[in-house]
C-alpha cells in the first residue's frame, strides 16, 4: 500500500480562527462534498503565506467558511490562502479531484486521472 492524493482544495482564505477549541479545519461543507472530503477525514493543511503545514481532521462548516481551530489557529490567520489535501492509500494510484477557490468558491475543477 502507498499514499496518494484523494482530492485537493487549492486556494481556501482562512475566514476566521479559533484556538479556544479542541482542534481540526472547519471547512464549508459544500466544498469537502465536492471535493470528495468526509467530516472527521483526516487532511493536511498548507499555508501559502508562511508555508506552515500541518495534519488535522476536517469538520463541515457554513458557506464560505474555513476556520482554523485549537493550535492550528496560531499557524495562520484570517486573509492567509491555504491548500488542503486529503490522502487514500491503495495499491496504485486512483484519481483525485483538485477544486480551485476564488473567494472560498470552486472557480474551476480538474481531475488527476488514475495510473494505467
Given at each position: 500500500?502507498?499514499?496518494?492524493?484523494?482530492?485537493?482544495?487549492h486556494?481556501?482564505?482562512?475566514?476566521?480562527?479559533?484556538?479556544?477549541?479542541?482542534?481540526?479545519?472547519?471547512?464549508?461543507?459544500?466544498?469537502?462534498?465536492?471535493?470528495?472530503?468526509?467530516?472527521?477525514?483526516?487532511?493536511?493543511?498548507?499555508?501559502?503565506?508562511?508555508?506552515?503545514?500541518?495534519?488535522?481532521?476536517?469538520?463541515a462548516?457554513?458557506?464560505?467558511?474555513?476556520?482554523?481551530?485549537?493550535?492550528?489557529?496560531?499557524?495562520?490567520?484570517?486573509?492567509?490562502?491555504?491548500?488542503?489535501?486529503?490522502?487514500q492509500?491503495?495499491?496504485?494510484?486512483?484519481?483525485?479531484?483538485?477544486?480551485?477557490?476564488?473567494?472560498?468558491?470552486?472557480?474551476?475543477?480538474?481531475?488527476?486521472?488514475?495510473?494505467?
Amino acid at each position: 500500500m502507498k499514499t496518494y492524493v484523494a482530492a485537493k482544495l487549492h486556494g481556501l482564505v482562512v475566514s476566521s480562527a479559533e484556538i479556544e477549541y479542541s482542534g481540526s479545519a472547519t471547512i464549508d461543507g459544500a466544498l469537502l462534498d465536492a471535493a470528495g472530503i468526509e467530516p472527521y477525514q483526516e487532511v493536511q493543511v498548507i499555508d501559502l503565506q508562511n508555508a506552515n503545514r500541518w495534519t488535522t481532521y476536517a469538520l463541515a462548516g457554513a458557506p464560505g467558511e474555513f476556520q482554523l481551530n485549537g493550535g492550528a489557529a496560531l499557524l495562520g490567520q484570517v486573509g492567509d490562502r491555504c491548500i488542503v489535501i486529503a490522502y487514500q492509500m491503495t495499491e496504485k494510484f486512483e484519481g483525485a479531484k483538485v477544486l480551485f477557490l476564488e473567494g472560498n468558491k470552486v472557480a474551476r475543477v480538474i481531475e488527476y486521472p488514475p495510473a494505467t
